[in-house]
């Protein structure tokens, strides 16, 4: 199967902004461009073939040179918070941008890679993205080399592979920002959505979300989704993690977890399914609670709890958490992770 290819846009130096399209053979076509390496649409079959775009976006590459919610985005080198925008590594204090309440939030809002233009090269129904990241640039140590790969194969999976180098020890912690709603873009709440995810036990956070460092069990509280409930059912129960969130907006530590590709979670609405697996420990579950009322593709509004995130992950605030799983990589210890989000 080849890659097609389409002008997206044209940066204001005159750049042009390529869209790569995947599709297969059952209908399921996946679209993506080289600004950021963002996903801007995933048109999926439900189980009578009526497709839909199950992820939030725009339609123009204007509108993604802003994307304040990161729709679609390759966050990088680091996604989500870390605690007093800081770390120390090898003795070193490295400062970050204080760009969330005096923490960082997915390295730099303007700077980050979802705001690079990045290179690409397409193989068989696949394209890699990749570039180079110099010493101290966001202030993150090492001169790094990192790819990410988009895959669409038969088996209706959309597979995406991060690798990363760097010449000094370095945090790499790479996710992607997808929003999704299997309804379709913009249909209305995600509420209705049946979640499973095979994790026992969560991250606590502080009130401006960090990890305490406690990991607890998620037994006899709304987050336990080791049973499937609903998105809605108690996402307004007056659990005290809930009401600082405003919702579900945290880490769950997932199960058995050793490194190997592992099916973790499963979502279920308007007659689709998605199963997702990933290689990583931790899943950020965000239930869109902070969503503001947006313009989006197609004319479409985006809204409160209009869509979900699954954002695989090394766990929130690691760089500054010894007792976390380690995000540290290398001179002989290169990034790998694999996240797929399969369709049924």
């Known amino acids: 199967m080849s890659v097609d290819t389409k002008t997206f ?153 991060y690798h990363g180098v760097s010449d000094r020890n370095t945090i790499f912690n790479m996710t992607n920002h997808s929003y999704f709603n299997l309804k379709g873009h913009g249909v209305g709440s995600i509420e209705d959505h049946l979640m499973h995810i095979k994790a026992s036990h969560y991250t606590p956070t502080s009130p401006e979300l960090i990890p305490t460092g406690e990991i607890a069990p998620v037994a006899e509280t709304p987050m336990d989704f080791t049973v499937p409930h609903t998105i809605g059912e108690r996402i307004d129960d007056g659990f005290e993690p809930l009401k600082v969130a405003g919702g579900y907006d945290h880490n769950w530590v997932l199960d058995n977890w050793n490194g190997s590709l592992q099916q973790f979670a499963e979502v279920s609405a308007a007659g689709r399914t998605m199963k997702v697996y990933t290689t990583l420990p931790g899943v950020q579950f965000y239930a869109g609670n902070m969503l ?23 766990f929130p605030d690691t760089a500054n958490k010894p007792g976390f799983p380690s995000a540290v990589f290398g001179p002989g210890r290169e990034y790998k992770s694999t996240t797929i989000y399969e369709f049924l």
């Open 292 to 314: 503001p009322a947006t313009s989006g593709k197609g004319g479409m509004t985006y809204g409160r709890r209009g869509a979900f995130c699954l954002e695989t992950q090394f």
């Open 9 to 161: 846009g044209v940066m204001p130096d005159g750049r042009v902004i390529t869209k790569y399209v995947l599709q297969n053979t059952n209908g399921l076509c996946a679209e993506v461009i080289d600004f950021g390496a963002v996903l801007v649409s995933l048109k999926v079959p439900d189980d009578k073939g009526d497709i839909a775009d199950v992820v939030l976006g725009y339609d123009t590459l204007e509108e993604y040179l802003e994307n304040p919610d990161f729709f679609g985005a390759t966050v990088g080198p680091n996604a989500n918070r870390i605690g007093g925008a800081a770390f120390v590594l090898d003795g070193q204090r490295c400062e970050l941008d204080p760009n969330d309440n005096g923490n960082n939030l997915h390295s730099h809002k303007q700077k980050g890679f979802h705001k690079r233009i990045w290179n690409a090269r397409c193989g068989d129904n696949s394209v890699t993205f990749f570039m180079e990241d110099g010493d101290g640039s966001l202030g993150f140590p090492g001169n790094r080399k990192i790819s990410v790969t988009y895959t669409l194969n038969e088996k209706n999976q959309l597979i995406l592979e």
